[in-house]
């Protein structure tokens, strides 16, 4: 989640009001600033045509300083939402000059009292699953894992829909009950491949749980790999991708934000878990990011062609996500590395770059 150019990670929110569709998806922290005490809050949804939803996003940066945030409300279409008093919103006229023939159309609605942490109630837990580990993220008012007193099976875990226990599950069955052990990377006890590494984070009024597509993507490959040496998260947001390293080995690891919001949120996400994550606050887009020999960086298509230009060097292994999956050949060739692996899902893509 960023201030300048509103780089931030990708996340999921299942629901941010109360009756919201669940395609909707934070982006960037919501921009509620400068909202006088006891104003009216507003929405301002900017929905344009999805195939041109990054060329848009580009074109619209200079109006989002404050925030956004992503819905696909509808079959081609991507919404992009402000937050703030009648005052402090973008104007119609220079929303339409920026989009151009891209946008589809406007609307502004009061917001409810209280839709700060509304969504809070339509969290559950998101687990992943890939190269024989499972790994679940919940908030923490929802139980541990062991406290629920229920272990489903394969075919009720990875049948693509929540559960008895409110978990939503996304992998194939036969990585995670392969049978093998996997260290847990901390100096516990190994564990058998079916019982989940767990995360506890707290959103905060801003941020998700790694539940959007880019965001379990990314874990996905980063469950793959093989943990061992420094990790960086650019980009971190509330810190899921570098927690998730941490629990599952990397030492050490780096995240990098420029929102105060985000900081302060992986700290006490890391403290909630009992991970040693150092913590960096950096505009991205400001110079270049910090090395180190594996890297993920979650952020917008503009963000990483920017990033790219500017890194001094490349690092050993990058997971990439973000970005449409039309252009992920396009983030590929900024980086200069070459392309290892990839996933694609709901029309998003994250790859894995490997120096030869």
Known sequence: MSTAANYGRTTALDARFAGRPASCAT???????????FAQVLRLGIRVR???AEEALAALLPLLEGG?????????????????????????????????????????????????RRWHE????????????????????????????????PEEVFAGRPVHDGVERAADPEEVFAGRLVDDGVGRAAHPAGAPFELVIDPGDSFGLGGHPTSRLCLELLLE?????????WGAGSGVLALAAARLGWAPVAAVEVEPGALAAIRGNAAANGVDVGVRALDLTAGPAPWAPTVCA???????????????????????????????????????????????????????????
């Open 27 to 37: 982006r960037w922290t919501p921009a509620s600033q400068g909202v006088p005490p």
């Open 50 to 52: 999805r195939e041109r």
């Open 68 to 116: 956004a945030e992503e819905c696909e409300p509808a079959p081609g279409a991507v919404e992009f939402a402000v937050y703030g008093s009648a005052d402090a919103l973008p104007a119609a006229d220079a929303v339409r000059a920026l989009a151009g023939e891209d946008l589809v159309g406007l609307e502004l609605r009061a917001v409810p009292a209280g839709w700060e």
């Open 122 to 153: 339509h969290l559950r837990p998101v687990e992943v699953a890939a190269g024989g580990r499972r790994l679940r993220i919940r908030p923490p008012w929802v139980p541990a894992a062991d406290d629920l007193g229920c272990a489903a099976g």
């Open 225 to 233: 790999l093989e943990p061992g040496g420094a990790l960086c998260d």
């Open 298 to 356: 979650n952020l917008t298509l503009d963000l990483h062609l920017r990033v790219a230009a500017t890194i001094e060097r490349a690092p050993d292994r990058l997971i990439v996500a973000g970005m449409l999956a039309a252009r992920a050949d396009d983030v590929a060739a900024a980086y200069g590395l070459p392309e290892t692996r990839r996933r694609v899902r709901d029309g998003w893509a994250a790859l894995l770059l490997e120096r030869a």
